[in-house]
């Protein structure tokens, strides 16, 4: 979107740094808030363990973790004048120890910042290894400046007022997505006639049924953690990587959801994000929705395809599976 002319800041989604997991004091912070009781179901306990989660580390990164671009310029100082000692002391054990030490700090914290740029980047194709923080930094700064809108036209006038731009944009797709799509009843029951049923009863229960605990953590480190950003900032390293405080429950909300067919609306959010289809768009036309969904609806569509797949070759032709293997697996 554009940049605000107010002079006011504006408020980001919360999102959990993979960062943050270098320090050792957060896997007590999150664990000792994800075990509060709560007496209601799997579905509203992960959700009001993750809103519990989600205040803790925010205010365990403003009081513990801290800044880190401030970190990183308050020793790049305490090395310089460490470094000035050398002219005046000599090279004395005592300030090579101190060196030796802020170096160590330093690279904790470019360590950091690496993670912290790699996590905004869409550089996915670079794999841990020497330094990357500058190409990490340029990468996320051409996709911010690619995907900025910052004018539009709206009948047969240009804005660059974002909370015009904004105003038009939620009114253009609060139109589209309330529109009734769905086939009126009797034409979903003509169609489904027409529908030959290929699939025995013991197949059809075998899609539909309950997943063990196994199943569900097998696709949840099926995934890559750091992909697209999910409306609730819980990202999917978040899950693997406190899986023995949180497994338990976020597979009771997979049963959940095959029990009851619905998931709750807290974990169901998704956002709707503008892709612009060539350079200099200036209509909503030229924009191509796409939705990033939460980390559940990820894990319950993985669970109901895989299991899909095994049914395939009676559904539709050698060639079309090859596809719909392709698409998934991207």
Known sequence: MAEPKNGLRRRFPFRFEKMWLSHPNLFSSVKDRWNVHLDSSAMFWVAKNLRHVKERVKKWNREVFGDIFVQKFAIQEELVLIQGKYQHEGYVNDNFAKESEALSKYHNIIAREETFWRQRSRALWLKDGDKNTRLFHISTLKHRTANRIGHMMNNGRIIDNEDEISRVVVEFFVDLLKKDTLLDPKAQNMLADTIPKILSESQNHNLIAIPSKEEIKSVFFSFDGSKAPCPDGFLMFFFQHFWDVVGEDVSNVV???????????????????????????????????????????????????????????????????????RKTNS
Do not use: M
């Open 255 to 325: 049963k959940e959801f095959f029990g009851a067919r619905s998931l709750l609306k807290e974990l169901n959010a998704t956002f709707i994000v503008l892709i612009p289809k060539k350079q200099g768009v200036d209509s909503l036309h030229a924009f191509r929705p796409i939705i990033l969904c939460n980390s559940f609806y990820k894990i319950i569509s993985k669970v109901l395809t895989s299991r899909l797949l095994g049914v395939l070759p009676l559904l539709i032709s050698p060639q079309q599976i090859w596809l719909f293997t």
